[in-house]
């Protein structure tokens, strides 16, 4: 299992230190929703020059202006871009269109999508990597990420399932048939970044 490092409510030097200490053991970079918000493509085009090895998630969250939204990431060096599973069929045709252009992939969040009516549609629209998502406001009441999540894609074929949502130590070795577990502040927030991404990579198989 790959794992992506949520950079979340963080600064830019946060960041950067974090990413020197974990490099080693992730796979995949996310720039954060929160992070984009304050700095913006300039630290897409940041983190990518500097990690031009790692798959870079621009965490957009887009969920209408597909077209722009997807091209500006894109052109400011995300690999993948996040957009939200609600979002109109045209937002989702044109950020895969787009995608296709620059060879480079859309991520759904699955965040809110209780029924697989709504994955199995966007399945046919051609997504082809899907987020499951306990989102950080839902964790607050109790509710953490889990393999039962992998319901609403079980059985879609050619598909990347990625995995967030408090995602911890005591989380990730349970975590059965998902390709990419998101860790953010199980990470991000351990006084040691570099030991917790270490143990993380190793309990991620
Ligand atoms: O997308 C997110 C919040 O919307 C986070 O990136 C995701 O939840 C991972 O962070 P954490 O492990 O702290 O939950």
């Known amino acids: 299992m790959k794992i992506q490092l949520a950079l979340d409510r963080l600064t830019r030097e946060q960041c950067f230190s974090i990413l020197e200490e974990t490099a080693d053991y992730i796979d995949w970079i996310e720039i954060g929703t929160g992070v984009l918000k304050e700095y913006g493509m300039a630290i897409v085009r940041e983190i990518s020059a ?18 722009h939204e997807a091209k500006q990431a894109f052109e400011a060096g995300a690999d993948i871009i996040t957009v939200m599973a609600f979002s109109h069929n045209k937002t989702i045709e044109e950020t895969l269109d787009v995608a296709r252009q620059f060879e480079k992939r859309v991520m759904v969040d699955l965040l809110g999508v209780q029924t697989r009516d709504r994955v199995e549609e966007l399945h046919r629209l051609g997504v082809a990597l899907f987020c499951l998502h306990v989102g950080k406001d839902m964790q607050q009441e109790g509710a953490l990420a889990d393999s039962s999540l992998n ?16 995602i911890s130590e005591k989380t990730i070795g349970a975590l059965k048939g998902i390709d990419i577990a998101i860790v953010g502040s199980s990470i991000t927030g351990s006084s040691n970044p570099q030991e917790a991404g270490k143990t993380m990579k190793s309990l991620a198989g």
């Open 50 to 67: 500097a990690y031009p090895n790692k798959t870079i998630v621009a965490d957009m969250k887009t969920c209408d202006a597909g077209r």
């Open 151 to 166: 319901e609403l894609v079980v059985g879609l074929e050619s598909l990347e399932v990625a995995i967030a949502g408090g």
